[in-house]
């Protein structure tokens, strides 16, 4: 690696693809480790245009990204916004990863523009060592399940990584669930008063406050617990998020087509729960003068849109565009993509600020829609890894609506009779609904997770 000042890093390195999306592209998503040998028994920290010293680090090909620059603004937007709760202890801490601009070439083949960024790790957030007991913690949401959205709780191996929708990162030294499991526990299963009581002890408001206003700022369909990591610093210390993989943002969804809405929230369980803290310096108290409080400095249509351009101008007049362009003949900087973002932004921030600047007792649920049951509607297998029966006990007409876990529409049918089936085998593991609406509009809503 060659930097604009001549500074030279040369390495052995092993390569991988990543990202399950990014994977089925033409131009594909990179993690590089840097080897202290020449098949990676031993590797070794680099610090890459004064980032933080790692040995392993992304290289994002942001094929999914119109004119390029949505993940490298969105992560330098989060890190104005949001500063680890514990900075005062540990200066060096950051509350989300960095990426710089690089330019690729693979065995002598240009391969075009690339975002090299750090990795959400332990040492990046600055999280206690294990020290013969766990202290920081560290967790990646990996699909929609119930941990990583905090919608519903099963049981767990203390011998597997993974554990519904949950990759374990941190600590190396022992993989145990039970701390998760709790929390997950308690935001699900807790009454009211008791979680109202006492979930600022369990996870960190302002972290959580500044998080639902990212989220729903850039309206991040694709990480309201997918691609979204729950973090630690030390034991009996209060969790917190850190956002990952910020491409479907700013009116675009995670495949880079437009989806232009701007007036609807974003949520998972654990806001669903938090949204309803009407209490003085509550979640919904803190939400409404945080939001004031960016709404005068950070988050204004000036600073947001100028962020973005700066991204564009410089990958413009340096000529990135056009050798990306021959790189990649599919792709077009379409200077009309600013266009679409810009109004998008002003609808964007116009909804929010009504919306958070509502009093408590004028919204208290983040859910608005509301309707007739359908009598006995009965879904199974559930899991299933393909097909999913579907039986209703009035032998009516009736409507199908598939909707993955950000309620994007996947199948919308019409049926006859009481029976019915759909299929989920060429769908991603995770969580579903599935809506039944009768011929008299009544609803029913069932959750269907694909294994």
């Known amino acids: 690696m060659i930097e604009s000042n001549q500074n030279a890093v040369v390495s052995n390195i092993g390569i991988q693809y990543r ?3 990014s994977q089925t592209l033409p131009k594909k998503s990179l993690e590089i480790k840097f080897w202290s040998d020449e098949v990676g028994d031993e590797t070794h920290d680099v610090s890459l245009l004064g980032m933080h010293a790692e040995d392993g680090w992304n290289l994002q090909a942001m094929y999914n990204e119109a004119l390029r620059f949505h993940s490298k603004t969105n992560n330098d937007l989060w890190k104005l916004i949001h500063k680890p709760y514990y900075i005062n202890s540990e200066p060096d801490a950051v509350s989300g990863i960095e990426m710089k601009y690089v330019e690729l070439f ?3 083949e240009y391969r075009g523009v690339y975002c090299v960024g750090e990795k959400v790790k332990r040492k990046l957030l600055k999280l206690k060592k294990h020290n013969g007991n766990i202290r920081g913690e560290l967790y990646k949401g990996d699909t929609w399940g119930g941990a990583s959205t905090f919608t519903f709780l099963s049981d767990y191996d203390n011998n597997n990584l993974l554990w519904d929708g949950m990759e374990y990162k941190y600590p190396n030294e022992e993989t145990n669930w039970a701390n998760l499991y709790d929390l997950t526990n308690f935001i699900l299963n807790a009454n009211e008063e008791t979680f109202n009581n006492q979930y600022k002890s369990r996870f960190q408001i302002d972290n959580a406050v500044d998080y639902f206003i990212f989220l729903n700022l850039l309206r991040a369909t694709d990480n309201t617990g997918k691609n979204l990591h729950v973090a630690r610093y030390s034991s009996n210390e209060p969790y917190f998020y850190v ?12 495949n880079g087509q437009h989806e232009n809405i701007t007036t609807d929230l974003l949520t998972n369980g654990l806001y669903n729960r938090l949204f309803n803290d009407c209490s003085a310096d509550g979640f919904r108290e803190k939400l409404k003068s945080r939001w004031n409080e960016l709404r005068s400095t950070i988050i204004t249509h000036p600073n947001i849109m100028g962020m973005l351009v700066e991204n564009y101008n410089m990958l413009n007049q340096n000529g990135i565009y056009a050798r990306e362009s021959m790189a990649w003949p599919d792709f077009n900087a379409n200077e009309g993509e600013i266009d679409y973002i810009s109004e998008w932004l002003t609808n964007r921030l116009s909804y929010l600020d009504m919306k958070f600047s509502q009093d ?10 509301t309707f007739d049951k359908v009598a006995n509607v009965v879904v199974y297998p559930n899991p299933t890894s393909d097909i999913v029966n579907i039986v209703l006990t009035d032998n009516s007409n009736h409507h199908l609506y598939l909707y993955d876990n950000t309620g994007r529409l996947i199948l919308n049918k019409s049926a006859e009779g009481n029976q019915d089936q759909i299929s989920l085998k060429n769908l991603s593991k995770g969580m579903y ?12 809503i069932k959750r269907i997770i694909k294994e």
């Open 243 to 254: 956002p990952w993989d910020l491409d479907g943002t700013f009116g675009t969804i995670w």
């Open 106 to 108: 693979l065995d002598g």
């Open 19 to 21: 990202g399950a999306y």
């Open 433 to 444: 609904f599935i809506k039944v609406v009768d011929s008299e509009n009544k609803v029913d």
């Open 360 to 369: 408590c007792s004028d919204t208290t649920t983040l859910s608005v829609a």
